[in-house]
Structures are given as structure tokens and as C-alpha cells.
């Protein structure tokens, strides 16, 4: 069957019927080694979809990943900025996602123009970005952190060292107050870690008063304050495998749930609830991707992620200068 580049491009995806009678999860182990593939998968992703994965993390361990990567073709299960860093290290690598709109509310706050703009007002700071950002954001930065390496990235810097944080204003300010900076911080966040309600959350305490509240650091700083733990979504995991309490309010995106009830089934994991009439707390960008849409992908090598060569170089360096310093 040939596939249609520009209706790839219009859907998303390859839009084509699956036999509902194949067993997906065994047909995409079998295209992987038919291709050499790798399958890196976020924390944020369905469980069945983390249950295949061959490497399942956050932005910095799937960064890792893809660039020591031996396979020849890297499918990303996450969203576009993710698949994008893949391609930035490994420009000879076929770099696949499952749905090319599968893209991220924190990177699309920051667009890249008025971003340069901004840069260009402050031409004495630094620029370090947070990993969930756009290939052209990372051209524009100097240093690329994730919520890992973050306060370490920062504090490696001279305190005189005038400094930009892009795009998460949440992440930033919580930098600023574990380091006692005053990074300069662009006015974007996530919509899944802006969405928990602090009244909610602290009915919720009140009905589990043993359990601790753990939260992301893209969290606002009225959820961060009442925060037993913070930290990144690995840190989370490990917390919840390592700490003796036996309850837990998780305030970040549901999909860590999974992993975190795997590592612990003798603990009760709860999600917090968001400040709207749903249930949830789910990344809608995320969960875009499904098996059947990953085995298409692996069948017909599309949608492919390509980044152009000028801007690949550029954002190559902060990128690598971050995953130095996270050795």
C-alpha cells in the first residue's frame, strides 16, 4: 500500500484500517527487529503502550536514550518536541511519532519569534530552556535543563550570571526560590500542572490524612507550597518506591500512575483532582498516540520528524552541554 505524504501530514497519522483481528502488541515486537526499531515511550503515555516500550522515562532519561541509541529507527511514543530532540541527536536516524499533532501546550506557549524578540531586549542573560520547548527555542538557548537537572544546571552558574527561563514560568519560579535567583522567566506554562485545584487537593488531604501530596515542578506555587515532595517525574517514582508512606496524592499527569503502582502494588497512589468538572488530569496531547497508530508507524515509516540542518546544529549544542552536565 502506498502512502499519501500530504494525507499524513493533514490527519496526523497514517489513516488507514487495522485488521482488529491482529494481535498489535506482538506485530509491533515483530517490525521492531524486522527494522531494528527502538520504541522510547514517556511516562505520560497509556499503559499498554508503556507495557511495549523498550525504554519507558521522562524528557531527560528518554534524551539519554535516544542518543546512545543503536537502532536505526527511534519511535518516539510522546509528543513532537520530544520525537524532535531525537532527531537533533541522531540526524542520520529515521525518527518516527505516532501522531505528528501530538504536540505539547507548554513548547506552543513559546513561540519561536516573539520568543528571539525577547532575547533580543536582554541581550546581557543567558538563555537556558526547559526541554519542553520547540527544535527552534533550543536554537535560541544556550543551556537546555529539565526538571532533573535543573536547579543544578542554574547553581553551576555565576550568581551574577543575569539569566532568561523559557518556557515554563512555574518550573522558573520554583528555580528561583531553591537557588535565590532572579531568573528573568518567560510567561508560559502546561496546561495539565496548571489545571490541579488547591481547595481540591486540600479536601482531598483531609479525607487521606496519611497520605503525602507529591508534585512536578510545572505545578503553580500554592500546589508546590503544600507539597510534601517535589520533583521530576523519575524522582517521583523513585519517592513513592523508597519513602515508608503508604498513600499518596500525585500531582502531575496520571499516566506515572501506572509505573508507580508497578514499583509499589502495596500502595494506594491517588490522582489529584483538576480544578474542572472532570475526573482526570490526562495530557490530551499525550494520549493522542495508541497501539494502532504506533504499529502503523513502525509499518509504513510514517510520520516522520525531520529537523532542518541550520536549526538542528544550533539547538545540538545547549543539548548536549545539558546531557554533559547530567552525568
Keep these: 500500500m502506498l502512502i499519501d505524504l500530504d494525507e499524513v501530514k493533514k490527519t496526523g497519522f497514517v489513516d488507514t484500517e487495522v485488521d482488529p483481528s491482529l494481535d498489535l502488541e506482538n506485530e509491533i515486537q515483530r517490525l521492531k527487529k524486522e527494522k531494528n526499531a527502538v520504541l522510547l515511550a514517556h511516562y505520560y503515555q497509556e499503559n499498554e503502550i508503556q507495557d511495549i516500550a523498550d525504554y519507558i522515562g521522562d524528557s531527560l532519561g528518554l534524551a539519554q536514550e535516544a542518543?546512545?541509541?543503536?537502532?536505526?529507527i527511534?519511535?518516539?511514543a510522546g509528543v513532537h518536541f520530544m520525537a524532535e530532540t531525537a532527531k537533533i541527536l541522531n540526524p542520520n536516524k529515521k525518527v518516527l511519532i505516532p501522531d505528528l499533532k501530538a504536540g505539547c501546550s507548554l513548547a506552543d506557549s513559546c513561540p519561536p519569534e516573539a520568543f528571539a524578540l525577547f532575547k533580543a531586549k536582554h541581550p546581557d542573560h543567558i538563555v537556558i530552556s526547559y526541554i519542553n520547548c520547540t527544535a527552534d527555542i533550543k536554537a535560541?538557548?544556550?543551556?537546555?535543563?529539565t526538571s532533573s537537572n535543573a536547579v543544578r544546571i542554574v547553581e553551576s552558574l555565576p550568581k551574577d550570571q543575569p539569566i532568561i527561563f523559557a518556557p515554563d514560568k512555574n518550573l522558573g519560579a520554583y528555580i528561583n526560590k531553591k537557588t535565590g535567583r532572579n531568573m528573568l522567566l518567560w510567561n508560559g506554562a502546561c496546561m495539565v500542572h496548571e489545571i490541579f485545584s488547591l481547595e481540591k487537593i486540600t479536601k482531598l488531604k483531609v479525607h487521606h490524612p496519611e497520605a503525602k501530596i507529591i508534585a512536578h515542578p510545572e505545578c503553580e506555587g500554592p500546589i508546590l507550597d503544600?507539597?510534601?515532595?517535589?520533583?521530576?517525574?523519575t524522582a517521583l517514582l523513585n519517592y513513592t518506591a523508597t519513602d515508608s508512606a503508604k498513600e499518596y496524592i500525585v500531582v502531575t499527569e496520571t499516566g506515572i500512575l501506572?509505573?508507580?503502582q508497578k514499583k509499589s502494588p502495596h500502595k494506594t497512589f491517588i490522582p489529584a483532582p483538576p480544578n474542572n468538572n472532570c475526573a482526570c488530569n490526562d495530557c490530551p496531547h499525550m494520549k493522542l498516540n495508541t497501539l494502532e497508530k504506533i504499529y502503523l508507524a513502525l509499518k509504513y515509516e510514517q510520520p516522520e520528524i525531520d529537523v532542518p540542518e541550520p536549526v538542528r546544529s544550533q539547538?545540538?549544542?545547549?543539548?548536549l552541554r545539558m546531557l554533559e552536565l547530567s552525568k
Excluded: R, V, Y
Design 315 to 319: 539547538a545540538l549544542k545547549p543539548l
Design 67 to 72: 542518543q546512545k541509541t543503536e537502532a536505526d
Design 226 to 233: 503544600i507539597a510534601d515532595f517535589i520533583g521530576s517525574t
Design 258 to 260: 501506572h509505573q508507580m
Design 140 to 145: 535560541l538557548t544556550d543551556i537546555i535543563c
Design 74 to 76: 527511534i519511535l518516539f
